[in-house]
């Protein structure tokens, strides 16, 4: 196989997935962001929080819409793009897939309808309980999709099968529960949390500014802050759990992403700035921050991280036996394709070093058969191991950069709304409409991380994503790249273009509700309401 063709799949399932995560994380936040404003509707009898409801519930059915069609092409693409990995694992990937077809998206999509159509037809406790299912499929759906990428990165409760020549489930059990899995599902929503927190903290700041439904935009601040803010600090607590799981289960990924070629004493440093040279295996300017990576990476004060010279040096060791393994499962192919009883010693040398079988599939790239291969192309194919070092250094930092940036600003408006009435200078509404993309970029970078520092595997240890492609051609795969990225910046415009028109006309239903009872209960509302919402400039 072409290594080009590889390139080329990887490249257009990278730029889906990329389109595609621009608007799962506003789905994920927006849908819990509503729900609450609804609670607090159906708990104060306050029309103003059924306008919100409302309008921030337009906004999340523009980008739900949108999302749905981005995230169907991607699953059509394991078929079309990575027939051999659909082929491969598929009995394991495809039960999660299916689990987030049938239980997940389904729901959502089935009450999503109710949401926007039942209003008036439905009770507003029958109504409220609509709205959370849809917030509950919202999150099932990123649930189980999780569940089947950190399979992935994790492959438990799976075995080959040497009959079949395919991965093959053991335990249901453990592919759901798998701790690589539970960590990314967290880490996540809650990104996808702060990320429509500051959405709507950022067009709330842009009323204000512009003096327009004021009412509305400081609640949505009160609730976006308050959830924002509690989000951000899950992010980085769940964040240090993925770092945790990833000391145990993705080695050579945690060592990357400090671009720590050497194994350092415990605890190790942690690497604040620097200019990885992969050529060199050496990160110049490096500048260090005792200790910090040893306590993430292992909780202790004992225990070393491994660096990325000694896993190379311990995955040639781990090629040398897939060999082995490779070798005998040819011997076991070739009993059983003549008939005859398996051999007990090749049976025993399989099983003694089955788990090292994905190894020995990585000289593929070099050699037809495995058992041919030479000891530079060993060596070559153990440094195939170490992914690309200075994307994995890098998109980190900004990812943990910007994350501290959220914690900051939502912080410093959860503060001027519970201690400063509600009043917020200018230069702070500024920031937070200029913050409102940052969080997809620190989403982005996330998945950068989490899907580069997997390769040279499409499934860690055992197959890697040199043999996952389907057996295209250069121009089929052109075309389909070129015909997704047009179409998928097409969504994207449209999305801009219509969040940008409604976010400019405003809430427009219930207004004159909202208004006839605001000036009913004129006497029961906070002195705020005729305050002006920004504050004076010595503060």
Known sequence: MEIGLVELSRLQFGMTALYHFLFVPLTLGLSILVAIMETVYVMTNRPIWRQMTKFWGTLFGINFVLGVATGITMEFQFGMNWSYYSHYVGDIFGAPLAMEGLMAFFMEATFVGLFFFGWDK?????????????????????????????????????????????????????????????????????????TASLFVLGVSAFYLLKGRHTDLARRSIAVASAFGLASALSVVVLGDESGYSASQTQKMKLASIEAMWETEAAPASFTLVGLPNMEDRETHYAIHIPWVMGLIGTRSFDTEIAGINELVAENEGRVRMGIIAYDALMEIREARAAGEEIPSQAKFRFEQNSDDLGYAFLLKRYVEDPRDATEAQIAQAADDTIPYVPTLFWAFRIMVGLGMSFILITAYFFWRTSFRRMTYPKWSLYAAVGFIPLPWIAAEMGWLVAEVGRQPWTVDGMLPTALSASYLTVGDLLFTLFGFALFYTVLFVIEVKLMIKYIKIGPTQDVDTTIAWQERHVGRLSTRRNQSPLAEPAE
């Open 122 to 194: 439905l009770s507003k406790v029958g109504h409220l309980v609509i709205t959370w299912l849809v917030a509950i499929g919202s999150n099932f759906s990123a649930l189980w999709i999780l569940i089947a990428n950190g399979w992935m990165a994790n492959p438990v409760g799976a075995e080959f099968n040497p009959e079949t020549m395919r991965m093959e489930m053991t335990s249901f059990f453990e592919v759901v529960f798998n701790e690589v899995a539970q960590a990314k599902f967290v880490h996540t929503v809650s990104a996808g949390y702060v």
